[in-house]
């Protein structure tokens, strides 16, 4: 018992210092990720076709929303906090988080995935 | 028990108990209400076969009645058309020349059958590598419309019929108005949660920006951008995507017209 109560601190310490990690700062962090490849593979994959996407040649889409300010937005989809492991799986299967939603599933990998929210995440 | 486990250790065993009985039953009641709620204008898929080939040599249903009403009839090509334009379907099949989605002109050679059912079921279910299923947002007839326009593209007889659009009438709401529609915005606080044009701070990054909304096809993902759907979205997000982040405001159903109305002055 003495023991532990030396302990408590440190232990209250290491639990508590992951909290921090909390905020919404999280997502303004750049994912791990290639922005410049990601920007690529948004306009090979035509992403402009229904997203407006600042910085890339002709996503000009008003079928779905604005991906302007996606960095600071508080949610993805409307249904998913706005973390780099959200976005990455919501891009890669959209049709699982919300069934029947317009965005489609592209088959798109984990790898290339990491870079398209590399880019989504620089902007601001 | 042993004497080793004071009173409170039994409380905090207690709580945390509750608490995690609370969170489980919680989690089991959120996902069966979810589970229970059929989508919204899902009907049952027709069964149309995309291969001439069937079980035990025995012969392919008849084709529905929509085949014989919807193919070649310049009205409906011209509604198709334009519910192409509107979804932005050229953003992958350019004008019906291809892109990242194959070319309509094809001479009747569709992947998936170009049988007017088989492209109707090709757009209704979605397909591999990228074809969204479209069930949910684009209604039966206008699907049936955009098939009758795609094949129309595919047969070179046709192709001149499939010239001009007829136009979509702009949503618009009666008897609403757009003055009030701002005031209320701004009273209820939208704008902390999206940036809309021509309302004082609202500039919130919460949920998407409703820049262009007027001539946004898709309404939060889910529902085609009809003037029932806009109302229907404001009144109760929660019924229609239950456990998203708009929360339900109570608003009365004037009050929503107004909102409405005024969001559909965003072109």
């Not at chain 1, 210092?17 to 410049?36: E, K």
């Not at chain 1, 079928?63 to 919501?90: H, K, Q, S, Y």
Request: aromatic share 8%.
């Amino acid at each position: 018992m003495q023991r532990l109560t030396f302990f408590a601190p440190f232990l209250a310490l290491v639990l508590v210092v992951p909290l921090s990690a909390c905020d919404r700062g999280q997502a303004t962090i750049a994912a791990n990720g290639d922005a410049h490849h990601g920007a690529k593979i948004i306009r090979q994959l035509g992403c402009g076709n229904c997203h407006t996407i600042p910085g890339v040649a002709d996503a000009r889409g008003n079928v779905g929303p604005p991906l302007t300010r996606i960095a600071d937005r508080a949610f993805i989809a409307g249904v998913l906090p706005n973390t780099p492991e959200n976005m990455r799986a919501w891009i890669r299967a959209p049709q699982t988080i919300v069934p029947g939603n317009a965005m489609p599933d592209m088959g798109i990998d984990e790898a290339d995935a990491r870079d398209i929210a590399a880019y989504l995440y620089t902007l601001h | 028990m042993s004497s080793r486990h004071g009173p409170r250790d039994s409380r905090l065993f207690t709580y945390v108990s509750i608490g995690l009985v609370a969170g489980v039953a919680a989690f089991v009641a959120q996902q069966s209400l979810a589970e229970g709620t059929p989508p919204p204008n899902v009907q049952k898929p027709l069964n149309v076969p995309v291969s001439p080939l069937f079980p035990n040599g025995g012969a392919a249903p008849p084709p529905p009645t929509q085949v014989k009403q919807y193919e070649g009839n310049p009205t409906y090509i011209a509604a198709g058309h334009a519910i192409f334009d509107h979804y932005n379907c050229s953003g992958c099949h350019f004008h019906g020349a291809g892109g990242m989605g194959p070319a309509f002109y094809n001479d009747g050679h569709f992947i998936y059958g170009g049988r007017l059912d088989q492209i109707y079921a090709s757009i209704y279910q979605g397909r591999p590598n990228g074809m969204p299923s479209w069930a949910q947002i684009i209604p039966q007839q206008e699907i049936w419309e955009i098939a009758a326009y795609v094949k129309a593209l595919s047969e070179p007889s046709q192709q001149s019929a499939a010239g001009s659009p007829l136009p979509l009438p702009t949503p618009a709401i009666s008897g609403g108005n757009v003055e009030n529609g701002a005031a209320l915005i701004t009273k209820n606080g939208c704008g902390s949660c999206h940036e809309i044009p021509g309302i004082h701070n609202a500039t919130g990054t919460v949920g998407p920006p409703l820049t262009h909304i007027a001539g946004r096809a898709v309404i939060a993902g889910v529902m085609p951008n009809t003037p029932d759907n806009m109302t229907a979205w404001i009144s109760n997000p929660q019924a229609i995507v239950p456990g998203n982040a708009m929360p339900n405001l109570g608003l009365k159903d004037n009050d929503v017209r107004d909102i409405a109305t005024y969001l559909y002055t965003l072109r």
